[in-house]
């Protein structure tokens, strides 16, 4: 089932801020992922968190709050190449330590 | 260094065929997977694998089936197919369960 939400589409100008919220069951918790996609492309691995707080890497960074089920990945000075999907995977409810994807979040950067 | 590969890119096919699309990896990777992407669907898995022999059920595996009898590749069949499994498959690989995932560029399949 589709346990991981997720917001649909925003849209922001060059060199903003975006924040794309993720929340996810608690139950058989080993991490939460990001993955950018752009259109008509595969998946690719963005971040990975597994303790609480926020992670960094370069004008990308995602934070954990474990006991509220809670990410969010954090774009910041945004560029024309960051127009894509991002998504959310965290544990499924079907368990067997699988990872559910959310939805994705549609970004749209306009000039 | 491939990394993972998918074929055919696209493919047409008529209701009640049978297909197989082909995945392979060169990663050494344990754990590999199937998923399907359909519009406000996302990414749904349908069959997995942890290591090669051992195969399992994901979030919506009916019509599908999937073997892996070596660690580098794992095709996905669907024995009579139906027009709703019309989607874009990918196809993906870990080194272990609940890891990164690399994934493939992806099969367009259109069932008429």
């Known amino acids: 089932g589709q346990n991981i939400d997720q917001p649909t589409e925003m849209t922001a100008t060059e060199g903003a801020i975006v924040q794309i919220n993720c929340t996810y069951q608690?139950?058989?918790?080993?991490?939460l992922f990001w993955y950018q996609q752009h259109a008509g492309e595969a998946p690719t691995f963005l971040s990975y968190n597994v303790l609480d707080g926020l992670e960094e890497k370069g004008r990308f960074s995602s934070f954990l709050s474990r006991s509220k089920g809670y990410s969010y990945l954090l774009l910041k000075e945004l560029q024309m190449k960051d127009s894509a999907s991002y998504l959310c995977a965290g544990p499924a409810v079907y368990g067997n330590n699988r990872l559910a994807f959310g939805k994705g979040n549609q970004v749209v950067v306009i000039p | 260094i491939a990394g993972i590969t998918q074929a055919p890119t696209s493919q047409i096919l008529a209701a009640g065929r049978r297909m197989t699309l082909r995945c392979t990896q060169d990663?050494?990777?344990?754990?590999m997977y199937w998923y399907r992407q359909d519009l406000g669907l996302g990414l749904r898995l349908i069959h997995y694998s942890n290591t090669a022999g051992t195969t399992g059920k994901g979030e919506v595996p009916d019509g599908y089936s999937v073997s892996r009898a070596n660690t580098d590749d794992f095709p996905l069949t669907l024995a009579s197919a139906v027009p709703s499994q019309t989607s874009v498959y990918f196809c993906a690989s870990s080194t272990s369960s609940y890891n990164e995932q690399f994934f493939g560029p992806g099969t367009r399949l259109t069932v008429l």
């Open positions: 608690t139950s058989g918790f080993n991490g």
């Open positions: 990663m050494r990777h344990n754990a």
